[in-house]
């Protein structure tokens, strides 16, 4: 073999060798779809020590296809704590485009039968569901300014290129306490400004853009779930002790005209996610009973006896707090009356 035939064998595994590291990296940096690749391989090489002239090859192209891939997840990691009768609660989800190519997404949104999401089973539907897409990419769901219900067009990047979508649905009237729905939003790749979803390619490989699902399931549909947590969030009771008689003080008392009643009110708190909060107060004393100047309480500690008025007695408790998992959160009220 010759020396001419050496360099020339060399130069052909150094192009061979240069191809393969340009397909990897625009492997590895998603190179759009639709991108033209074209390449020309080109030989040097003498004759009897004499150098000739470069040989090149004729341009060897072809297309780029569209790699479909993309994500939806459930943003806050959370579920989202409402109560029976609300309207309009907002749960939040990702779409993420991954593939390499500008797409559209079509969503759709359902409930879910006993699933568990966040350790709890979902046990409820929600009403009136409905998709609205982030329209000013602030991360919250204003009714006047998000109003596309599918993604028109969303880009891809080196990353990932993302968009907020909500979930905005209406619980029910009649929910019980602590119970769970669970709702599931779907996305499908589609061309940018279609609501159909984009197939995939069968068969080889063709001269143009061919299409290939690369999502997880490679089936062009992606989901998350988000829950919506129901709390009732209070609860009352209400007890009467006899403290004492005019007669027999507090030793052994017995409920005659003159004695001493004290009522106690228990308001609990059986929620796990959702603070009662603006909690009031009220009774209204029967009328054969004085109100005791005094004696009225909230949590132990006294209050004026301003919150006894018009044969009522009214206290701003506050805010009750949530079930920490353990104790739930009450609020105690006592006052006494005295039987006419």
């Known amino acids: ?61 072809f297309v780029v296809d569209t790699k479909i891939d993309f994500t939806v997840s459930e943003v806050s990691g959370n579920a989202t704590p409402t109560h029976p009768g609300q309207t309009n609660v907002v749960a939040t989800f990702s779409v993420t485009n991954t593939g390499n190519s500008t797409q559209g997404y079509v969503l759709t949104v359902a409930n879910e ?26 991360g919250t769901y204003e009714a006047g300014t998000d109003t596309a219900t599918n993604i028109n067009s969303l880009a891809n990047g080196a990353a990932g290129v993302s968009v907020t979508v909500f979930v905005v649905a209406d619980i029910p009237a009649g929910a019980a306490n602590n119970t769970y729905a669970n709702v599931r ?21 063709t001269a143009g853009v061919d299409v290939v699902w690369a999502d997880a399931g490679r089936d062009n549909s992606e989901s998350a779930a988000d829950q919506y947590a129901i709390s009732v969030a209070l609860t009352i009771s209400k007890t009467v002790a006899l403290i004492s008689d005019p007669f027999n003080s507090t030793t052994n008392p017995k409920a005659i005209p003159g004695a001493v009643m004290e009522y106690t009110i228990v308001v609990t708190n059986s929620s796990t996610v959702q603070d009662a909060t603006g909690v009031i107060v009220g009774d209204t004393i029967p ?8 004696s009225i309480q909230l949590n132990g500690g006294g209050l004026p006896d301003s919150n006894f008025s018009a044969g009522k007695v009214t206290v701003n408790a506050g805010t009750v707090v949530k079930n920490n998992g353990t104790v739930n959160g009450t609020a105690t009220v006592k006052f006494r009356v005295t039987i006419n």
């Open 287 to 294: 009328t054969t009973t004085s109100f005791q100047p005094g």
């Open 185 to 205: 939003l779907t996305a499908q790749a589609t061309p940018v400004g279609s609501t159909t979803p984009i197939p995939q390619t069968a068969g080889a490989d």
């Open 1 to 61: 073999m010759t020396i001419a035939r050496h360099v020339k064998n060399a130069a052909l595994a150094l192009l061979a060798l240069s191809s393969v590291g340009v397909l990897q990296g625009a492997y590895a940096n998603g190179t759009a779809s639709g991108t033209t690749i074209s390449n020309q391989a080109t030989v040097d090489y003498s004759v009897g020590g004499v150098a000739q002239t470069q040989i090149t090859s004729a341009a060897a192209s």
């Open 113 to 138: 039968t006993g699933t568990t999401l966040f350790t709890h089973v979902d046990n409820l539907d929600v009403n009136n569901r409905r998709i609205f897409v982030d329209g000013n990419g602030n």
